[in-house]
């Protein structure tokens, strides 16, 4: 612990993220220093970054402890989501590795940009104040913006790229200017001074948070502030866009929760307008996905119902809402990250397999991803025996707790869940159809796509079968 200027700085609190600042650092500088570097060895450097940065956080385990005045802290709000946020970062490096020359950039800035990100994911998962989420949202978004231009063919990513940040920026100007508002009726930026403005209400109050809820819930993916996901997530390359679907929700919903329980408390009727745009994104995400035919597209869709589903965990502001949120989005991230490296070791880290006309009879050509991909796609439908279907449980139980509108937010999520089976199961039931003269499937024997699937598998698979080995951890 030492002070500057008066303020105090804990570099024990600080410590995971300045280990991922010098990664990210260091990527940069052996990437100007010497043009020629592999992007093995910058990819690496941010591998070893994420375990570096993992090692200082096992410190922290279980202690809550503040810095800068109170802004940050490591707590039960942000330890499990920036291990989850360093998992999806070192296995989207790994993705990463199957990026052509035409991808356009060079990796060393790519890599870097997605260090820096994950770096913005971090900030906003400690944030205690409206200042230091609004800079981890502006880091991690910045970055993105960049990261999702940069795929191929050029012209559609770069559209991708274009409708994120002028949307991204209206999402911004809410999300400050609702800022304003709540710091006018706090007198303070800080969640504490908050938490007093929301007990004692007022028009302002309402004003700000309703402002700043439209920008969290573009960022959340939640409808009716969706209609971004769809292009972006096709337009976006492959590693990218798993990399987006994942950590941009955990950094978003560890500012949710943290609102959630030390700005409102038990005061969930307050929170009725973010009950009412779950209930939407649940039907709209499973409904917009039924017609889709582009895999990417469909993902996107199935991000903005199991958004919806996510905030259920927060219905009534229950204790055990956080430990449900946080088990919902490991299954989560890990069934999505391994959905993606699926397609990457299909088109070898190409969107070859984004179409899912690609599937049919996919078995018969490839019959373990085609097996792998079935399993992902039953965890996001929520059958039994994966982590997705153990998850749902937890949340239902989590809704019906909760009064009438977590009685409502339950029973929309049975209504989607039984959507989604249509959803997932035609594909599944494509990959399993034989179909003649199906054309080879393209190579795809890449080793770095099987750690992404391998992960994902056993994940769903063991936090299915045995979901108590997730409680024992004690996130």
Known sequence: ??????????????????ALSAGGLLIMLVDLVSRSASKTVLYSIGIVSCVASFLALVPLYGHTETTLAGAFASDRFSWAFDVLLLLTLAITLVLSSLRKAEDGGSPGSYAALLVFCTIGGMVMAGANNLIIIFLGIEQLSLSLYVLAGTGFPREA??????????????????????????YGSAGGVGLAALHSAAVSGGTLFIAGFALFLVGLAFKLALAPFHTWVPDVYEGSPLAVTGYMAVAVKVAAFAVLARIAYEVFGQDSFALVPLWSVAILSMLVGNLGAIRQRNLKRLLGYSSIAQAGYMVVALA?????????????????????LGAFGVMALLGDGTDAYADLDAYKGLHFRRPWPAAAMALFFFSLAGIPATAGFYGKLLLLQQGFLAGPWGIALAVTLVAGTLVSFYVYGKVVWDMYSYVEGEAAAPSGNAFAPWVAVA?????????????????????
Do not use: D, R
């Not at 612990?1 to 300045?18: D, E, H, R």
């Not at 992960?455 to 996130?475: D, K, S």
């Open 316 to 336: 009534g502001v229950q204790q055990s809402g956080l430990n449900t949120l946080l088990f919902y989005l490991f299954a989560y991230a890990l069934t999505s």
């Open 455 to 475: 992960a994902g598998a056993v994940g769903t698979i063991v936090f299915g079968i045995l979901p108590q080995t997730f409680t024992a951890l004690h996130l």
């Open 157 to 182: 990513s770069q559209e991708a790229a274009l409708k994120y940040v002028l949307l991204g920026s209206l999402a911004s100007g809410f999300l400050i200017f609702g800022s304003a508002l709540l």
């Open 1 to 18: 612990m030492m002070s500057v200027a008066g303020v105090s700085i804990s570099w024990a609190v600080l410590a995971p993220i300045v």
